[in-house]
């Protein structure tokens, strides 16, 4: 296959680019130096979770273009979530019931072949730009904590979700794994708190911390979660994310995370 024409670029990240197909497909084209196997294991992973019936892209299988690897995938039509926000506003409490809603019934399958949410954080606190002390505890409070072998997406915010004509679907499962729920809700909850692209601006945080707090509210509401599960993996998701983390907020970012080791009983980053 060639090199798809620049006119049929949809988007691009930070490991692919995507380009429409005819048929109704897309082409996930993965940037030149992506390992080839996190390609083959994001592949199987996205033909494992088209099995649960869950509303996600089909997958037809993976290409070759210019000498770069890529997936094909059934193109989802309609505007992500976040998108969705920004023009209809007085939807934005359906929007974070459904995204609630959804995520949950992404909890209830399990994968017991994807990797370990666990297993994944320690490597990521192990690389963590954090003192030493620091590290050893939080390793060691993390091989205290539950497995957890619930589905997990690990990168679900609003821009992960499409607004189609059969309601919500959920795009990029690259970072799947088997988790506890918990770990899963946290991590979502920083990535709309705290991530990237985000203005700097007292109100619109404002917004965005009261948006992801009736967010999560919804979501403990329909699992019945308690705080406390959601406070044991707040300090080690923070950590983790510390590895890869890019500019957001990040003074907001680093009160959040100061009181969630204080919670946690943890040293403090510099420790």
Request: charged content about 25%; hydrophobic content about 45%.
């Amino acid at each position: 296959m060639m090199l798809p024409d620049p006119s049929t670029f949809i988007a691009e990240g930070a490991s692919a680019a995507v380009y429409r197909l005819d048929g109704g497909r897309v082409l996930k084209l993965f940037h030149e130096g992506v390992d080839a196997g996190i390609i083959a294991r994001e592949h199987a992973m996205a033909q494992a979770i088209q099995e649960t019936g869950l509303p996600v892209p089909c997958v037809f299988g993976r290409a070759e273009a210019g000498g770069r690897q890529g997936i094909i995938y059934s193109e989802i039509e309609g505007p992500n979530l976040l998108h969705h926000i920004v023009r209809h506003p007085h939807r934005i409490g359906w929007a974070m019931g459904a995204m609630a809603a959804l995520q949950r019934a992404i909890h209830t399958h399990d994968l017991p072949e994807l990797r370990s949410r666990k297993a994944i954080l320690a490597e990521d606190i192990e690389m963590a730009p954090i003192g030493d002390r620091l590290r050893a505890a939080a390793i060691d409070r993390l091989d205290q904590l539950i497995e957890g072998d619930r589905l997990s997406h690990g990168d679900l915010h609003p821009a992960n979700l499409i607004v189609s004509g059969d309601g919500l679907a959920v795009i990029d499962w690259s970072k799947a794994a088997r988790s506890a729920p918990a770990a899963d809700v946290v991590r979502s909850e920083m990535l709309m708190r705290f991530g990237p692209g985000q203005s700097a601006g007292r109100l619109e945080g404002r917004l965005r911390d009261a948006t992801t707090a009736y967010y999560v509210a919804r979501y403990r509401k329909l699992a019945g979660m308690e705080p406390e599960a959601l406070n044991a993996w707040r300090a080690l998701v923070g950590l983790g994310w510390l590895r890869h983390r890019l500019p957001g907020r990040d003074a907001a970012f680093a009160a959040y995370l100061a009181e969630a080791l204080r919670r946690a009983g943890l040293p403090s980053p510099d420790a």
